[in-house]
């Protein structure tokens, strides 16, 4: 078992937080490194990052599943899964707001940062490594390589184009934010209600609405 945990070291460090990727908040090297010696599916995703030929699918999986098994999920579990448990078990039991931070990450945060780990720990083994790095994980830009986080929204698109306004004239102009935005004020905005100016949606008439319901 010590030959085995030497061999996977890189992973450990790499998977846990190094200087090209993320650190997991709240969980230490040695933490994991207890885990490693006793958890096979951790075992088994080492193999698969220390396989050069290992492919992005086969990565991601085993990132996730190595992950899960760091948070103390069940095997079946997914990361979203077990996030979404953790964030309900917060909620009945903190008296307090609910830092997301303290949950484990998205399965979209965990494949990037499986990507890097992967990455990173092939550079590792062989200087001579010809992985691209836009290929796993990271982008080019003008400043240089950045590593990509996610490829999700942070919330729906229903709830980004929600916008509040808190405008004391009519609404008619651009300084109102719901008007800027190319949106209706509706019942959240806080002077206007959605209703007491010109940018509220237009309520029909009761004999308007009945015929239209008729029609």
């Known amino acids: 078992m010590g030959s085995f945990i030497c061999q996977h070291l890189l992973f450990l460090h790499a998977l846990s937080g190094c200087d090209t990727t993320s650190q997991l908040y709240g969980i230490g090297k040695g933490t994991i490194l207890k885990k490693l010696k006793n958890n096979i599916i951790l075992q088994q995703a080492a193999l698969v990052f220390h396989n050069p030929m290992s492919t992005h699918t086969q990565v991601q999986e085993a990132g ?7 948070y103390n999920g069940k095997n079946s579990d997914s990361l979203n899964m077990l996030r979404y448990k953790r ?9 307090s707001q609910v ?17 890097l780990v992967f990455l990173q720990v092939n550079q590792w083994k062989d200087t001579e490594c010809d992985m691209m790095p836009e290929s796993w994980g990271w982008e080019c830009t003008d400043a240089g390589f950045k590593p990509t986080t996610t490829d999700i929204a942070p919330a729906p698109q229903e ?57």
């Open 99 to 115: 830092d997301p931070k303290n949950l484990p990450p998205t399965s979209a945060a965990a494949k990037y940062h499986s990507f």
């Open 64 to 70: 996730e599943k190595a992950l899960v098994a760091i």
């Open 159 to 215: 709830l980004l184009k929600i916008i509040r306004c808190n405008c004391a004239t009519d609404c008619t102009t651009t300084r109102c934010s719901c008007q800027k935005h190319g949106m209706k004020c509706s019942i959240a905005c806080g002077q206007c209600r959605g209703t007491g100016c010109q940018n509220a949606t237009p309520f029909l008439e009761d004999d308007e609405a009945d015929n239209e319901l008729d029609d």
């Open 87 to 95: 964030y309900s078990e917060k909620v009945a039991t903190s008296a």
